[in-house]
């Protein structure tokens, strides 16, 4: 036996010397919460091999109306059998949950990495949509080689949309998550102050485009002084999405993102019949890849 010679009690300093290393090293992997009050983190990358997001999830409460802190919403991105995915998952809760009828919105994206390895495209897409039995959801799939989109709406299991258009040959059709993902690696241009994006995403009911605007300095701190804001090293981006996608009257979102491109607070104006929503920023926390 390699260790009969040692006591027992040298066990732990055994182990410790031959897995201290590794933890120390390998830190990375199982970090926990490692984003400070500012939305910043170590390792950050402005931009690079976008699959560098895998393992991430951002965490979310969610306040409305006279109700704070009234749901929770998470959106992750993971590898799972040599593909890669995104979720994000919004729901209300307690008491506000049997108010609302329990309401819980569900994005999922399959992706393929394009660009080398600096963008995302999406192969298909999930809405679903759930308000105490009533389950809409919106399938999604893409056909590069054919250049065809198709797609089929269900209302509780029950088919009652489909249809299909092409593909456009510039950049193709971008969902939320695509978008959110390609954005934070500055696929479609650097985040600077002053910056604007048009997305192609996926038609809904004549608007097809999601636009992202940086405000300058002078704009960002007309929002500030309204809102009460604290000056702080971060970017405001007024973003418009198709309304459908989070079923709100006017599609716009303003979003403070720290200047490592986390979202650290977002409101998501006019929410049908609930009002503005404010997501606020809680942890972070990377899974073992």
């Keep these: 036996m390699i260790f009969s010679e040692k006591p027992i009690r040298y066990l732990p300093i055994i182990l410790f010397s031959l897995f201290g290393h590794f933890f120390a090293t390998s830190s990375t992997l199982f970090a926990t919460d490692n984003v400070d009050d500012a939305g910043k983190y170590l390792g950050f990358k402005a931009r690079g091999d976008i699959t560098r997001f895998v393992g991430e999830t951002l965490f979310y409460n969610i306040s409305f109306l006279w109700f704070k802190n009234a749901a929770t919403a998470k959106v992750q991105f993971y590898k799972e059998r040599q593909r890669y995915y995104s979720t994000l998952e919004a729901s209300t809760k307690g008491f506000v ?106 038609p809904e009911k004549g608007h097809d485009e999601i636009s992202v605007h940086i405000l300058p300095n002078g704009e960002e701190e007309e929002f500030r002084k309204l809102e009460g804001r604290e000056k702080n090293d971060e970017l405001l981006l007024n973003i418009i999405v198709p309304k459908e996608i989070f079923q709100t009257e006017t599609g716009e979102l303003m979003v403070w993102s720290s200047t490592h491109y986390i979202p650290v607070e977002t409101t998501v104006k006019d929410y049908i019949l609930l009002g503005d929503l404010h997501a606020k920023f809680t942890h972070r926390k990377i899974s073992l890849r």
């Design 97 to 202: 949950g049997f108010f609302t009828s329990y309401r819980k919105h569900f994005y999922k994206t399959e992706f393929e990495i394009v660009d080398d390895n600096q963008s995302l495209r999406p192969l298909s897409f999930l809405r679903q949509v759930t308000i105490g039995e009533r389950a809409e959801v919106t399938r999604h799939q893409f056909d590069y080689e054919k250049r065809v989109h198709t797609w089929s709406k269900f209302i509780n299991n029950r088919e009652i949309e489909n249809g299909s258009n092409e593909i456009p040959g510039d950049q193709g059709f971008h969902d939320i998550l695509t978008a959110f993902y390609n954005v934070r690696n500055g696929s479609y241009g650097p985040l600077t102050k002053g910056n604007r994006f048009k997305i192609k995403t996926i």
